[in-house]
């Protein structure tokens, strides 16, 4: 980011725990010492073999100087073809270096007074070393070895890299190149450029520069630049009076942004510009607005802070203010946060709050197609400790989801605090049962168009269960008896109709809720084969499980008088069986040498989901790192299918099934995430969960739902992600046949079927020199449409690189809308452009 004004230029660096601001010891200046052999005196030494001239320093003798009381004396070192002294002074000509503490000067010539310790150095003059790896090459010079202090002429200069073997080696998280008529050192690590530029590309061509009359440098710190113009190729394209580099290993300093402009079909040209504060080393904020010519403002902000290493808060704030579209107005504001916190080993705080003022601001300005097309809105926050087998836990959450972009029509489920207790399942004593609970106290409320709870709905909940783990040649038989008694201080008093819109009317009477579970699962031994011989370069096995569940319900008799909030809510009465069987197929490598699966291309461009965030929300996902391969021997699992169903001996769930409604029970729903039960039915539909992972670089997934009795398939779901050397291709169907329904009374069920698909494409990375690409389409074949597509070319160089994007978004009658973004990158500086790093395809 680049600082106008008396403002900063580079990037928001990521935090560092420390909450004390580093301090860099001040080095003693010594005066020098220099001793040279006798053979030297007041001599010229005419072709010669090269000299190398030192004693210990501290000598007192006619050729030593003497230090100041207190101070440290340094050595210096002398090598150069030909040596000449004339008392204090010393004229060197041909291959001089002159070596002293941490620094080296050279030459063709220089002539130094040891008792002052000024050198003049001509021809090739270089000056190089330092904490920083300081390098400056120049015509002429003079320079003062005591207080490392100089001015040179025509230079070329570097910090933060070394050269070796004529390349470049960068030894500072942000180096520099600079160039100058002339160049003063006025102390240790401090230069004076006058008349000169500063950039991150090599010289002698650089790609940009900024061009200023006088950049004052620290290395270790920042660089200021005055008066300074903004050029590409030698071509001038921004003027600032000020603007800073950074230097150091943590750059963060308050100022503005560079900044961003962008065009867009509906909200017009948009301009806008950011104000970044480093609070401390452990806090910022960076605040700015957007104008969109077409729609209005557009304020956003974002508060970060990271007080130690095990905790951090983010707050961001996006809204805007819309001047509507045909006078209605889509905008409104969305506030997320992000925070966490480890008190002790065993305690921990965590808040993830996001409000959403209407889901048409989401749907309308959201610039990720995901995030515009999820309707949830999710909030919680909990406090949890961690002892031994004990869980305890102190949350409070709220639910959204909107069910249209009209105002008002959302479901609102609200948990105030409350408290919770659980155990994992353990051996109780030395007998052989094994025993768990679980228990809740909280108050809830649930809001939806014409329907609305009291504002605090009482639920205590409790739950002991005891079982008995057997196993006998192979076999494991775990019987379990389980109560479950729930207390409601509201319950709900039943319409009669079955039509969507017959909810039902809360009534404030207490409502006790038991039942009684029973169930046994059994899993036979597991069948396996390892396979004779090697096939690409592996040794098979085939492994086979099976496994049935027996489960019996009683006692839910008030099912229909339940008011449901969550999935402690929905526990019915149920008399069934589940089966079902796993194939699993290993492969193992034999060879000891590292597995040879090639760069990733784009690790984050993948179907089936978005990467899965970093822990803290500004530092690079896991996903943007490239998965290593195996390394030497090692066994993977290549292939799972998983098959499974259940009959239901009592198609009723005593009484809790409503014929023509979508039914949702606790017997189905961690089967399928489709509502199949819309009338009595012995089987459920067939699930098949398929998995095809070859290497780290390759995966196969196809999930779908077979009901028999409709004769089609209800849900399918197919993600295919394969990256290979620089590609990267990715596809994916979706396909979902909804049970008919009872929309109102007196019409027939309703089926909906979608299908979509998408599909990625990708060659490059974010990090490679040159040309890469991505494509991302996202195709609605029952409306025949493109929901959603965006292409994104960047090309890079050694110091910068540009990226452009085109985007579109085509969401019902909301949104019909045409991007093109753009983001200029400067190594170290910062970006200019409105395509942000966040949003970017890769």
Avoid at 22 to 48: D, E, F, K, N, Y
Avoid at 487 to 497: A, N, R
Avoid at 646 to 661: E, M, S, W
Avoid at 675 to 694: H, Q
């Amino acid at each position: 980011m680049t600082r106008v004004f008396c403002l900063s230029t580079q990037e928001r660096a990521t935090f560092t725990p420390s909450l004390q601001s580093g301090q860099r010891a001040l080095p003693m200046r010594a005066r020098t010492s220099l001793v040279i052999t006798a053979a030297a005196l007041c001599h010229l030494l005419v072709a010669l073999p090269l000299v190398t001239s030192q004693l210990l320093p501290g000598s007192f003798s006619a050729d030593s100087l003497p230090q100041a009381p207190g101070k440290a004396s340094t050595a210096v070192t002398i090598q150069a073809l030909q040596q000449e002294k004339d008392g204090a002074v010393y004229k060197l000509q041909g291959e001089v270096r002159i070596l002293y503490g941490v620094y080296r000067l050279s030459a063709d010539r220089i002539t130094y007074d040891q008792d002052s310790g000024d050198a003049e150095a001509e021809g090739r003059v270089v000056l190089e070393g330092g904490p920083n790896d300081e390098h400056i090459e120049a015509a002429r010079g003079t320079y003062n070895l005591q207080s490392e202090t100089g001015k040179f002429e025509d230079v070329t200069g570097t910090v933060g890299v070394k050269l070796r073997n004529n390349h470049n080696i960068l030894t500072g998280p942000n180096p520099f190149f600079f160039h100058g008529r002339v160049v003063e050192k006025t102390g240790p690590d401090h230069y004076v450029v006058t008349d000169g530029s500063i950039t991150t590309c090599e010289l002698p061509r650089p790609k940009w520069t900024f061009v200023a009359h006088k950049v004052d440098v620290e290395a270790g710190a920042n660089a200021k630049i005055y008066r300074t113009n903004f050029r590409l190729e030698g071509i001038p394209v921004l003027y600032l009076p000020f603007a800073t580099h950074p230097v150091q290993k943590a750059p963060r300093q308050s100022g503005f942004l560079i900044p961003n402009i962008g065009r867009s079909s509906t909200r017009g040209y948009t301009v806008g510009e950011s104000v970044f504060w480093a609070m401390r080393r452990d806090m910022d904020l960076l605040a700015g607005a957007e104008y969109f010519s077409r729609r209005g403002w557009a304020p956003d902000g974002e508060f970060r802070m990271r007080p130690s290493e095990n905790s951090f808060a983010d707050l961001t704030f996006f809204s805007v203010l819309d001047r509507g579209v045909n006078g209605v107005s889509q905008g409104g504001t969305e506030i997320r946060l992000n925070s966490e916190g480890t008190f002790r080993s065993d305690t921990r705080a965590v808040a993830n709050i996001d409000y959403l003022s209407r889901y048409v601001f989401r749907l309308a300005f959201s610039d990720v197609f995901a995030q515009a097309v999820n309707s949830e809105v999710r909030s919680n926050a909990f406090l949890s400790n961690t002892t031994g087998s004990l869980f305890l836990n102190a949350s409070t959450s709220r639910y959204q989801n909107f069910q249209s972009a009209q105002i008002g029509d959302v479901i609102t489920i609200l948990h105030a605090p409350g408290v919770e207790a659980a155990s994992v399942d353990q051996q109780l004593w030395r007998t052989p049962f094994h025993g768990a609970f679980d228990f809740d106290a909280e108050g809830l409320s649930r809001s939806e168009p014409q329907f609305r709870t009291a504002p605090l709905v009482g639920r205590f909940d409790f739950s002991p269960a005891l079982s008995l783990p057997l196993r006998f040649e192979g076999w494991s038989v775990r019987p379990e008896l389980s109560l479950r008694d729930t207390i409601y201080t509201q319950q709900l008093v039943p319409s009669g109709g079955i039509a969507l819109t017959d909810v039902g009317n809360p009534l404030s009477r207490t409502i006790n809720r038991r039942s009684l579970e029973a169930s046994v699962e059994v899993r036979p031994p597991a069948l396996d084969r390892v396979f004779d011989g090697e096939y690409f370069g592996r040794r098979w096995k085939h492994v086979i499980e099976p496994r049935i569940n027996y489960t019996y319900l009683t006692g839910v008799e008030n099912f229909s008088h339940i008011l449901r909030f969550d999935d402690r809510d929905i526990l019915s009465d149920t008399n069934e069986v589940e089966y079902a069987i796993v194939n699993r197929l290993y492969a193992k490598r034999t060879s000891p040498e590292p597995e040879k699966c090639g760069p990733e291309g784009m690790p984050a461009l993948i179907i089936g989901g978005a990467p899965p965030p970093s822990r803290v929300p500004w530092e690079r996902s896991q996903a943007t790192t490239p998965r290593p391969c195996q390394e030497g021997p090692g066994t993977r699992e290549i292939v799972t299918w998983e098959l499974a169903q259940k009959y239901f001996i009592d198609p009723t769930f005593g009484g809790a099934l409503v014929p023509g409604r979508r039914n949702v029970l606790t017997s189905t729903v961690d089967l399928t995430g489709i509502a199949f039960l819309t009338d009595e039915r012995r089987l459920s539909p067939l699930i098949s969960r398929l998995r095809v992972s070859l290497n780290t670089r390759s995966d196969v997934e196809w999930d779908a739902d077979y009901d028999f009795r409709a004769g089609r398939v209800n849900t399918s779901t197919i993600l295919f992600n394969h990256h290979f050397g620089l590609f990267t291709i990715g596809a994916g169907d979706a396909l979902l046949h909804t049970p008919g329904e009872i929309s109102s009374l007196g019409t027939k069920p309703v089926t909906q079927k979608f299908n979509q698909f998408r599909s990625v494409l990708g060659y490059g990375n974010s990090n490679k020199r040159g040309f890469s690409g991505a494509v991302n389409l996202g195709f609605d074949v029952r409306l025949n449409q493109l929901q959603y597509g965006s292409a994104e070319l960047a090309y890079n160089w050694d110091c910068c690189g540009v990226n452009v994007e085109y985007r579109r978004f085509a969401l019902a009658t909301v949104r019909n809308e045409n991007q093109y973004r753009f983001t200029f990158s400067l190594a170290n500086v910062g970006a200019f452009g409105n395509l942000r790093r966040s949003e970017r395809l890769f």
